[in-house]
């Protein structure tokens, strides 16, 4: 009996597993096939990856070498460090002054230097990835994948060059209204009357056609579309205005890191007590007379 069943089960079990056997080749991929496919994906995925760096890398090089070729330096590489003297000499702050730049400036040419060497080595991984793609595909296949590949790219593009441009703009700025130390909110009770008259007659000459031309560069939405003179900001003389509103900007904030200074010790005294945290705080003790503060139900619970 149980031979009958298991001869039913095989029978069944033919049917189930080598059917398909006897109607011709699968029309389902190979194992070869599938990794094949699988590899292809991965180095696709590879390229795409490998081409937003190597555009992200060009355009950095390209704003960074425009901000040096003006000599004007980006919000996050100026450097505020100034001496705390009380009556600093005139010279040596100017010297101070312009140190500082020319540091930032050279900050800026080590991050072109190796920004422009990693491109190259990805322009290397690029073209190792396109070789291994051929060897899979063919030469049609992979130009179809670059068509399309070549259409991201764009929309990635100008995202860059929008967020490139606003940053050159904000920066370009901050050079105009001669508060390129101080652009920040929190400086800005250091600018009383004088200072502003001196930062608006400084800049008094280039305002007006900066933002004529600002406008007309920013709705093109390309900074390669910026011409020469919006770059330059004006002729080569407003460097030295640039000059100047630096010097002064650093004369205010030794002015404001010294006022800081001598204040510091009388407020250090009063804060440690309002913070209310940490060692040396004035909050009351426990078990003390201070703990009639407390809600009055504590209190209570602590009576009993």
Not at 27 to 53: D, F
Not at 168 to 189: C, E, S, V
Not at 207 to 236: C, F, R, Y
Request: with cysteine; glycine share 6%; net charge neutral.
């Amino acid at each position: 009996m149980a031979s009958g069943w298991e001869a039913q089960r095989k029978e069944k079990s033919n049917k189930l597993f080598f059917a398909q056997m006897d109607e011709g080749p699968s029309t389902q991929p190979s194992r070869s096939n599938l990794k094949v496919e699988v590899k292809l994906q991965t180095l696709y995925e590879k390229m795409e990856k490998l081409h937003r760096r190597e555009l992200s890398k060009w355009w950095e090089v390209e704003s960074l070498q425009r901000y040096i070729e003006v000599e004007r330096v980006p919000r996050g590489l100026r450097i505020y460090t100034v001496p705390t003297y009380e009556d600093p000499d005139p010279e040596m702050l100017e010297e101070w002054a312009e140190n500082s730049k020319q540091s930032s400036l050279n900050m800026m040419r080590i991050l072109t230097k190796y920004a422009m060497k990693d491109r190259s080595r990805t322009l290397e991984e690029m073209e190792k990835i396109r070789l291994e793609i051929l060897s899979l595909v063919t030469q049609e296949t992979l130009d179809e994948y670059m068509k399309n590949l070549e259409k991201k790219l764009c929309k990635f593009e100008e995202e860059i060059t929008a967020k490139k441009q606003r940053k050159f703009i904000r920066d370009f700025k901050d050079y105009q209204a001669g508060r390129i130390l101080t652009f920040q909110r929190k400086y800005d009770h250091m600018y009383n009357e004088e200072a502003t008259e001196l930062n608006s007659r400084d800049s008094e000459q280039v305002s007006q056609p900066i933002e004529e031309q600002e406008e007309s560069d920013i709705s093109d939405g390309n900074l390669s579309d910026v011409s020469d003179t919006a770059l330059a900001g004006a002729p080569a003389s407003d460097k030295e205005v640039d000059r100047l509103n630096f010097l002064k900007q650093f004369r205010l904030l030794n002015q404001g890191r010294m006022d800081q200074h001598k204040g510091a010790h009388p407020q250090r005294g009063r804060g440690r007590g309002v913070r209310g945290r940490g060692r040396g705080t004035d909050r009351p003790r426990r078990g003390g007379a201070g703990d009639d503060t407390r809600p009055q139900g504590m209190i209570t619970r602590a009576r009993k």
